[in-house]
């Protein structure tokens, strides 16, 4: 299964300590713009002071993400938003999985 991951989620593991088993899960593949990691890197202090997690448990989490999520390069990224904006005007609103959804899919689909 294929899913584009939202920074926020990926946060959220890493000062929460929660979904991370799910972000790891060889069940999916995740893929984010090339940007995420950059953004997460500039306020790692922060998130750190916020995180239930040690410096070495953070660094582990998040390198294991890196490793897991593949990034996809801004140009490339960027070229499809009209096409994108386009499908989404068709289709209508997004939905945005939650992690308890995520999670049932995966079971569904074993």
Known sequence: MLLVIDANIILSALVKGDSSDLILSPKINLVAPELLFTEIKKHE??????????????????????NKIKLIPMDEFVQYIPEAEKLFKEIGKVKSLTTSEVRALIEDNN
């Open 45 to 66: 202090s922060e998130i750190l002071f916020k995180s239930v997690l040690s410096d070495p448990e953070f660094e582990i989490l998040s390198t294991l993400m890196e």
